[in-house]
């Protein structure tokens, strides 16, 4: 009974993530209790998942609770430390084959909970506890466990290798710095671990935006997708419903004409069966009539025959044969004859109206058939010649080199009246329609340009955000600011970082959806790219705010 009564005491006080016997014990608000430090490193871990819970029960916590140890538990676990009873490690907390075992366990190694870059040595809880009670130890570096600790170790010198050979690309230890590496460029581990730390977040911001444009691409096609077949199946439909009006209206008129001629066979049937009818009593009566006569003629006496003759002998006229026309037997093929000649018109028309309705299937544009250029030389592939419209700029704008070029000025230019011209906002439009794939680039002078393409039907009378590009949903601008850039549309403002150049390349991808801003110097850097459905054709644009800013649309080769 003793022995039960002391495994409940071992597990009444242990804690259920290390297995061992409280540590400095946290109660959290569920009831369970833990070591400080085995809950800490539990939820630093799940933290990156933005979720505390409990390893027992799994009650989930918001905000992280915060830990404050439980003297009522600890002073038992202690008074249990006295008496000599510890919770003996269970099975899985001894080290396996494919674990990192503890390098100062004796006999059965526990698994090593962390490793320390300085002493290259693997510790289990209990071994590592000095590495957080002294003080100089509290300085090592402790990492997850590893088994490639000695690959840390120089082969030479049996050093730790805290150094860096840039010249060579290799981890190398002091001695090596002072020996075979001496004149390298050599610096510390960690100063070429930051360095290279910057270039991985370099790249995985590159990965991570190409995940986000890929996944935007993955949207869209399947919008695309759902579009295709909702129009597919909507024009079947109504295809289908037309086809099958048009059957009816065929067997209507089929129905039309078979009763016309049934109705016109019964109609000409009674009147023959009516005159046929008549033929034949005007026949049995004169057979009657012939009978007599024929026994008239075999009287033998003459007064008898002379007596009966002139009542015998009377006959009366016919009345139908003479009405009887017998025409050549084409009673209804002058009908059979009007609805060939029906079919073969409907032919001929079903025959030129169909290459009609093949022509109206439309070919599918997959947004991403066409990638977007990799570098400047693939963009100008695609440069346009592009001008300004005098007759949209504002009178406080003046265009030069061609209308190429467009200046903010302190008094109003003498423009003539025109519905086109941007009345308030200082902004001018280009001359030419934008379809297709563009390529252009801006250089600009001030603070106060923005650079923007808009549809035709932008406002232009007014301050009202129906007029200003990036503020209404029939423009998208990218706004210049000498430390920075924003990009606006439908009035809602986006934060760009990017480096800052005195040139601005803009390109289009119109039936595509694409819309890219980049930053245009010895090399080019994306800015801003937009993704949607244009669905009219774009003009290039200008907003100049302040006296003596300009901005030039580019000869590029």
């Known amino acids: 009974m003793a022995q ?21 014990p946290v109660t959290i608000p569920c009831g369970h209790s833990y070591c400080m430090n085995c809950i800490k490193r539990f939820w630093d871990r799940e933290n990156q998942k933005g979720i505390h819970n409990c390893p027992q029960c799994r009650n989930t916590f918001t905000p992280r609770p915060v830990l404050v140890k439980n003297t009522m538990l600890a002073d038992l676990v202690e008074q249990l430390k006295k008496t000599g009873l510890q919770a003996a490690p269970a099975d899985h907390c001894y080290a396996g084959p494919e674990d990192v075992a503890c390098d100062f366990c004796s006999g059965r190694k526990l698994k090593a909970i962390k490793s320390c870059l300085f002493c290259l040595v693997s510790y289990c809880e209990k071994h590592l506890q000095p590495h957080y ?10 990492v997850e ?3 490639k600790l000695q690959e840390n170790i120089c082969s030479v010198h049996d050093e730790v290798m805290k150094m860096f050979c840039r010249t060579d690309q290799k981890s190398i230890c002091y001695l090596c710095s002072v020996d075979e590496h001496k004149g390298h460029d050599t610096v510390s581990a960690a100063v070429e671990r930051t360095e290279r730390q910057r270039e991985l977040e370099g790249s995985r911001q590159q990965i991570q935006q190409r995940i986000q444009d890929a996944e935007k691409d993955v949207k869209l096609l399947q919008q695309q997708l759902e579009a295709i077949h909702q129009s597919a199946d909507k024009t079947v439909e109504d295809s289908q419903k037309i086809f099958s009006q048009l059957i009816c209206l065929l067997q209507k008129r089929s129905s039309d004409v078979k009763q016309q001629i049934r109705s016109q066979q019964e109609a000409e049937g009674s009147r023959v069966k009516e005159l046929q009818e008549k033929l034949e009593q005007e026949i049995t009566e004169l057979k009657r009539k012939d009978a007599e006569l024929k026994q008239l003629s075999h009287t033998e006496d003459h007064s008898q025959f002379l ?24 009673h209804f093929e002058d009908v059979t004859a009007a609805v060939s000649e029906l079919r073969e018109k409907l032919q001929d028309i079903l025959r030129e ?32 010649e592009i001008t300004l419209d005098p007759n949209t700029a504002n009178t406080r704008l003046l265009l030069s080199d061609g209308n190429r070029k467009v200046t903010f000025m302190n008094e109003p230019q003498s423009y003539s009246s025109n519905p086109d011209r941007f009345t308030v906002w200082c902004q001018v439009l280009s001359r030419e329609s934008l379809t297709g794939r563009c390529y252009w680039e ?13 549809y ?21 601008a990218l706004r210049c600011y000498q430390n920075g850039y924003e ?37 080019m850097t994306l800015l801003h790219r937009v993704q949607t459905t244009f669905t009219q054709p774009l003009y290039a644009g200008f907003y100049i705010g302040w006296t003596g800013d300009t901005a030039e649309l580019c000869a590029v080769k």
């Open 456 to 476: 035709k039907n932008i406002s232009r009378a007014g301050r009202g955000n129906e007029c200003g590009f990036g503020r209404n949903d029939n423009s998208w």
């Open 487 to 523: 990009f606006w549309y439908n009035d809602i403002k986006t934060s760009i970082s990017g480096p800052q150049a005195s040139r601005v390349g803009v390109y289009l991808d119109h039936r595509a959806g694409v819309l890219s801003f980049y930053s245009v110097s010895k090399t």
């Open 353 to 384: 109206e169909w290459t009609n309705i093949s022509l109206r299937v439309p070919e599918v544009y997959v947004l991403l058939s066409e990638p977007e250029p990799k570098n400047r030389a693939g963009f100008l592939k695609f440069s346009s």
């Open 133 to 142: 009670d002294v003080a100089p130890l509290r300085k090592h570096k402790l």
């Open 145 to 147: 466990p590893s088994k």
């Open 307 to 330: 007596l009966n003759y002139p009542s015998v002998s009377a006959l009366r006229g016919s009345t139908h044969s003479s009405s009887i026309n017998i025409r050549p037997l084409r």
């Open 4 to 24: 039960k009564g002391d495994q409940l005491d071992r597990e009444s006080f242990s804690c259920s993530i290390c297995l061992d016997l409280l540590k400095d």
């Open 442 to 454: 801006v250089e600009k002078r001030g603070g106060g340009v923005i650079v923007a393409v808009a």
